[in-house]
């Protein structure tokens, strides 16, 4: 297959585009350089003179306090660019996947959240994600919703990474115990992502690594893993006040992967460990 796949310069992007490769379809990876979203008419000429088999939407604006200020900039690259692109696949009858977040949800409970559930977003960042998914299911019948959480990867800027960085010059440090979801890596996710879009298994799913954490436990977990010794503190979400309101529960169901015949992911703690070993391997490359 051809396969465009937008935000090649994310975590998921980056790996999606290697884990493709592999399995030898044709990639043409894009960023906003090479086709900017934001513009309708650059999407249609872009996607018209590729004319791929499938597009995996990867490319987002995430920075989700910010958004909280630019909600303009927000909505025009994660809902507005995202329909432009679902337009053009209608039009060529393009097979698209559009990469969503557990933030369309509004975050409270203790219930895992179904596929099917009701979206109530809780900050602009929120929002954007949720219009942009209302755009695909409106021009689109050939399209998977993936929701994912709390990603890590090689490719930027995550929470394992600013934990470490943090352990260079403390010892001490407190981290948010009231707030729950299931760390993924993004090199286990891209996997999935790219035996999805060989078949024509369409509709909205939940994917993350197994198993689940408060951000606490994951950086607790980090620090074990890397031999690091650091004092991590829990502490309530109001110790740390943010603009943009997070959820409390990311639990995400996804009882419809299996259902489907994908393989579950492997369980946050097994990704954590190959993730930790890459970015070391990394580091001694460079060294």
Known sequence: MKILVTGVK???GFDVVHVLKENAHVVIGVDVEEMDITKADVVRDFITKVKPDAVIHCAAYTAVDAAEDNPALCMAVNAVGTESIAKVCKELDIKMMYISTDYVFPGEGESPWKPEDVRQPL?????????????????LSKYFIVRIAWVFGVNGNNFVKTMLKLSRDRDVISVVDDQIGSPTYTADLAVLLAEMIETDKYGKYHATNEGLCTWYEFAKEIFRQAQIDMQVNPVTSDKFPVKAKRPHNSRLDKCKLVEQGFQPLPTWQDALGRYLRTIQEQEDGYA
Not at 123 to 139: F, R
């Open 10 to 12: 994310g975590q998921l």
């Open 123 to 139: 900050n602009v960042y929120g929002k954007s994600k949720y219009q942009g998914e209302l755009a695909i299911e409106k021009y």
